[in-house]
């Protein structure tokens, strides 16, 4: 017969109270640092269970809000969540350490960990995107592209699929000029089209996605501790 490692409180007044006080445990000025506050609120929103499906992935968008919040980050561009996917055993563990034990120093050093080695992939990924802009400007000047094609590389970083209606609408150009830019990107290796039609193309700034892509699985390069 199978037996739960753990079972979270029943969804009755029991839930409900549970998360009145994780609610107001989170809006209190508790004099910890945040990321400590953060790992501690985690494990007590996992702890509560409250939804079917999803506790996870809200637990831990939490901490990107909680994270904000505190002042620590301006943008929501941290993510914990490749890592602690890449070392899901070890993660669970430690949380159900926490319920056992009520030891918290192990599982503290365990996220805090998650947000030091995440951010630092972080960084590296702005360091690649901005070393690839810097290469794509250059190459604008050399070859005396303005206009709505220089407008496009820049945002490229925020947008890299992109098609020609989107484009046309975003620049506020006609039809032959949107075509035009993405045809000189095509040329010069930014863009690559990714359906293979000929109506409906999508292009794509496989630089720019794979550099992004990078920060999400670059905790699963490196072997559980």
Same mark, same amino acid.
């Given at each position: 017969m199978y037996?739960? =490692?753990?079972?979270?409180?029943? *969804?009755?007044? =029991? ?5 009145? +006080? ?8 508790? *004099?910890? *640092?945040? *990321?400590?506050?953060? #790992?501690?609120?985690?494990? +007590?929103? &996992?702890s509560l269970?409250?939804? /079917? ?6 637990? $831990?968008?939490?901490?990107?809000? +909680?994270? @904000? $919040?505190? /002042? ?12 602690? $996917? #890449?070392? $899901? ?23 805090? =960990?998650?947000?030091?080695? +995440?951010?630092? #992939? ?5 360091? #690649? ?24 590389? &820049? ?28 045809? =000189?990107? @095509? &040329? ?27 920060? /999400?699985?670059? /905790? &699963? ?5």
């Amino acid at each position: 017969m199978y037996e739960a =490692r753990y079972i979270p409180p029943p *969804p009755d007044d =029991r839930l409900r109270a549970g998360l009145d +006080q994780w609610q107001e445990w989170l809006a209190a000025d508790v *004099p910890l *640092p945040a *990321p400590v506050k953060a #790992a501690m609120a985690h494990y +007590q929103f &996992e702890s509560l269970h409250p939804f /079917g499906d999803g506790n996870g992935r809200i637990g $831990r968008l939490v901490i990107v809000l +909680q994270l @904000m $919040r505190s /002042g620590i980050l301006n943008e929501p561009a941290l993510t914990i969540s490749p890592w602690l $996917r #890449a070392r $899901r055993d070890e993660y669970q563990g430690h949380l159900l350490a926490v319920s056992q034990t009520g030891n918290w120093d192990p599982w503290v050093a365990f996220f805090c =960990r998650a947000i030091c080695e +995440q951010s630092m #992939a972080s960084v590296r990924v702005v360091d #690649a995107l901005n070393t690839w802009l810097t290469t794509q400007r250059q190459t604008l000047n050399d070859r005396y592209w303005t206009g709505t094609i220089a407008k496009l590389v &820049e945002d490229l970083v925020d947008w890299p699929v992109i098609t020609a209606s989107f484009v046309q609408e975003k620049y506020e150009v006609s039809a032959p000029t949107a075509k035009s830019a993405i045809d =000189r990107l @095509m &040329e010069s290796g930014v863009l690559r089209e990714t359906t293979g039609k000929s109506y409906g193309r999508v292009y794509a700034a496989m630089d720019v996605i794979n550099a992004v892509e990078s920060f /999400g699985t670059s /905790g &699963e390069s490196r072997p559980s501790a």
